[in-house]
């Protein structure tokens, strides 16, 4: 009887190991992000103010960006790359930024905490290269690349 229990047992565990690894990654691409954190350095890390929420976004297509800063629109151009090789949104690990170009900002409209997010978002960009984890599903967190070893990184976490 234990044999039969153990048997059972082991080979409902094998089912869900095999269902875990056949896992698919979440697609990144025609996708839209809530950007929800902003880090930039150990001493400002930023959660996107209530003034703006939902409306600061980044939306990747196979090889573009757009989205909104809170201050201004973001327009640009991207790859994603697995292990150093060219790869999609889904199986990607690292996202290159080739360009990002961005609307003027109104300065009347654009203070406070939204332009401390806004520049925020356009000096993160200014890095061209990230790592792309996700830590929950749902969850997309960029890191500059080269950085991801250090507790305080700079990084964009976003939500869909």
């Not at 048997?7 to 839209?32: H, M, N």
Request: net charge negative.
């Amino acid at each position: 009887m234990r044999r039969t229990v153990a048997v059972v047992c082991a080979v409902l565990l094998s089912g869900f190991a095999l269902q875990g690894c056949g896992a698919k990654q979440e697609e990144i691409a025609d996708t839209s992000w809530q950007v929800v954190g902003v880090y930039t350095t150990p001493n400002y890390p930023a959660t996107v103010p209530d003034a703006v929420a939902g409306a600061v976004a980044v939306n990747f297509g196979a090889t573009t960006i757009s989205g909104f800063t809170g201050c201004a629109p973001l327009q640009g151009t991207v790859s994603f790359t697995q292990a150093g090789k060219p790869a999609n949104s889904v199986d990607g690990d690292a996202l290159h930024v080739e360009k990002v170009s961005y609307r003027q900002v109104d300065e009347d409209q654009c203070t406070g905490h939204i332009r401390f997010v806004h520049d925020a978002i356009v000096q993160f960009f200014e890095h061209h290269d990230f790592a792309v984890s996700r830590p929950t599903g749902g969850e997309l967190l960029l890191t500059v690349s080269g950085s991801e070893l250090y507790d305080d990184a700079p990084a964009l976490r976003l939500v869909h």
